[in-house]
């Protein structure tokens, strides 16, 4: 096994030899620098290409997020919820404000649902008009009820409804970071 071995080396060595005796210098040169070029290339490249296919194969992330006491939304009008949170895009974190609007709901097993304040139509925020009994999104019009259905306008979908849950007297929202 050795003796085999040692005539794949010495058959390596000769064509190594035979190559060098038919290569010129200068050629040799352009052959080295252009390995090393693409060597360079290749690990600029990685990281930018990296960074720009990061975002594409991470899964979007819920998150719980505190929002009061559930006394706080046992109302008649639906009540607007704010939190801070830690929004992650890429390789970027930032610290955003945000909000939901929590609505007393005897239906639901917890006896509350929460609507994200995001209008379906193009993500403006939607407000809570009392006069109309109303979500209402003031860029085109869109109007939902109570319960987040469309009720008039362009909007293509209801208001979408988020993960709630009641522990340790706290009620807290899933939302997407």
């Known amino acids: ?20 005796e038919n290569l010129p210098r200068r050629g040799f040169l352009k052959i080295a620098i252009g390995l ?3 060597v360079l290339a290749l690990a600029l490249a990685v990281p930018g290409v990296a960074y720009l296919l990061t975002p594409v194969f991470q899964k979007g992330s819920s ?10 939304f046992i109302k ?3 009540q607007k ?7 992650e895009s890429g390789y970027s974190r930032k610290e955003k404000n945000g909000f939901v609007w929590v609505v007393a709901d005897p239906d639901s097993p917890d006896g509350l649902t929460a609507f994200s304040a995001v209008c379906s139509h ?6 809570w008009r009392a006069a109309a009994a109303l979500f209402v999104c003031p860029c085109h019009g869109g109007r939902y009820s109570k319960k987040g259905e469309v009720v008039a306008g362009p909007p293509p979908r ?3 409804k ?5 522990e340790n007297g706290q009620v807290s929202v899933r939302i997407q970071s």
């Open 1 to 20: 096994m050795t003796s085999n071995m040692t005539d794949e080396v010495k058959s390596m060595v000769e064509q190594i030899d035979e190559l060098s």
């Open 162 to 166: 988020l993960g709630l849950k009641i």
């Open 36 to 38: 090393l070029n693409g």
């Open 81 to 87: 919820a704010t939190f801070k949170y830690i929004s």
């Open 122 to 127: 193009t993500g403006c925020n939607v407000a």
């Open 63 to 72: 998150t719980w997020i505190k929002v009061g006491r559930p006394a706080d």
């Open 158 to 160: 209801p208001l979408t």
């Open 76 to 78: 008649t009008e639906p």
